[in-house]
């Protein structure tokens, strides 16, 4: 289940707190989604169509111990 943003700020920080998927539920402009969608996808996050909007999911990333 995805948590539910209600704006491109909202996506940011939950994305970045670590939820793994977040449904983009607003309306969401071009430059906006193309902005974030660069962004995170380079981080290795899928965008999918859900039924109502767009679901941003991120894999679950391994971070190596620092020895």
């Not at 700020?9 to 793994?20: F, N, P, T, V, Y």
């Amino acid at each position: 289940m995805a948590i539910k943003a209600k704006s491109l700020k909202d996506a940011e920080a939950l994305l970045h707190s670590g939820i793994s998927k977040v449904e983009l539920a607003y309306d969401i402009g071009s430059d906006d989604f193309f902005r974030l969608a660069s962004h995170w996808c380079d981080r290795g996050a899928r965008i999918s169509r859900g039924h109502h909007h767009f679901v941003v999911s991120l894999k679950s990333f391994v971070i190596p111990p620092n020895d």
